[in-house]
């Protein structure tokens, strides 16, 4: 399942305008971890943001690292996560 | 007990936050630093994957094969059927198949180029705003020959960008209407040359001095490229106090709506000004050029002889 979510988030990413991509990440992050969507920012970034200017060329890998920071603080509050 | 226990899931809290947060800064510095440091490698290998992804959806969108067709034209038939019966139905299909085939034939010999310099064609598998970073993504690459900082074109002259980065089996194209793109261009009319902004999503932004008149419908053309128009003036936006008006182009086609698009075979190269004005006028007299055909030709030499030669007579005489 996760794999298969995986696969999902990154076919949205190459293949969706960059708000469903928010969607598919935050679906994601609720369900597991999601380290592993760094794999895809890179991807994303190293392949697409090399003709970016600079100050948007990481704009995937940064977007992921910010949600993973902001779940990560706020996953243990949730009592969903605690039950 | 009760004030034990709370302080205890708060210390374990505590720590599993921090603990699972300095965890995921860590890989976020890592990624950052992997894309800064390996970005080609990265790039090479993770086009592997990605060029796949978007030529299945290519497939899906354009293939004239059983399954994509099935797929793409589900809901459409579910409609029709109630609207047309079987036969009526398939006539108009093959009516269309034959219409698109045709236009699409037209489309190809015009994307090769009638100007002598030698172009490919390949197919878009990605195009804004799917794409991330307003970017195109064709499906030839390395292995067909296409070469970084070659132009990009679509129909006969329209040049809409240049090949950024090259893959084995893909390329990826930077518009000159994506974000952060600068150049130079020339606009006919006030006949100036003017500074030209990506905007992104098929928009540049032209950045003309005030007191210069711009109006809509002016044609705007890249002076380093040939054949090079970018588009007309669509919309002028001009505030008395600001030192500058901008001028606003569109593409003649929707960039979502591309879907094969001509890659010149030679790479682009720096010119001088004066080179540049050369082919601005070569371009200036192009603009009012129009392909006469053979019957109408032969009128006109017929007309033109015949008034020379009734005007010796009458000189004769």
Wanted: charged fraction near 15%.
């Amino acid at each position: 399942m996760r794999v298969l979510l995986f696969v999902c988030v990154f076919c949205v990413a190459v293949l969706m305008p960059f708000p469903f991509f928010v969607a598919s990440l935050l679906v994601y992050m609720f369900f597991y971890t999601g380290l592993e969507l760094l794999f895809i920012g890179v991807c994303i970034d190293a392949v697409f943001g090399a003709s970016a200017q600079i100050d948007v060329q990481y704009t995937y890998t940064l977007t992921i690292g910010c949600f993973l920071v902001c779940t990560q603080l706020i996953k243990p509050y949730l009592k969903f996560y605690n039950s | 007990m009760k004030n034990y226990s709370s302080k205890t899931k708060g210390s374990y809290l505590q720590n599993y936050k921090y603990h699972q947060l300095i965890k995921v800064v860590f890989f976020v510095l890592l990624a950052l630093i992997s894309i800064r440091m390996l970005s080609g490698s990265i790039a090479v290998l993770a086009s592997f994957v990605t060029t796949p992804i978007a030529e299945i959806r290519t497939y899906f969108q354009n293939s004239g094969a059983v399954l994509p067709v099935y797929v793409r034209d589900r809901n459409e038939l579910i409609k029709s059927i109630d609207e047309l019966k079987g036969e009526l139905a398939s006539h108009s299909g093959d009516t269309a198949t034959i219409e698109r085939l045709t236009l699409e034939n037209n489309e190809l010999r015009t994307l090769l180029g009638d100007h002598g310099e030698s172009r490919m064609v390949a197919g878009v598998i990605g195009r804004p705003p799917e794409s991330p970073y307003d970017t195109l993504y064709l499906d030839k690459g390395e292995n067909d020959g296409i070469q970084e900082e070659a132009i990009v074109y679509h129909a006969d002259d329209q040049a809409i960008g240049f090949v950024q980065s090259v893959f084995p089996g893909s390329a990826l194209v930077q518009l000159f209407s994506s974000a952060g793109t600068e150049f130079t261009a020339y606009v006919f009319g006030p006949n100036v040359y003017v500074h030209g902004y990506g905007e992104g999503g098929g928009v540049i932004r032209l950045s003309i001095p005030q007191g210069i008149i711009v109006q809509e419908g002016n044609v705007v053309v890249l002076p380093s490229v040939v054949p090079g128009t970018i588009g007309v003036v669509e919309k002028v936006v001009s505030v008395a106090t600001q030192p500058e008006q901008h001028a606003y182009v569109v593409m003649k086609t929707p960039i979502q709506s591309l879907r094969y698009v001509g890659v010149q075979n030679d790479v682009a190269t720096p010119i001088t000004f004066e080179e540049a004005q050369a082919r601005v006028d070569a371009h200036k007299s192009e603009l009012f050029m129009i392909s006469v055909p053979e019957d109408f030709e032969a009128l006109v030499s017929t007309t033109s002889t015949t008034t020379n030669e009734a005007t010796e007579r009458t000189q004769m005489e």
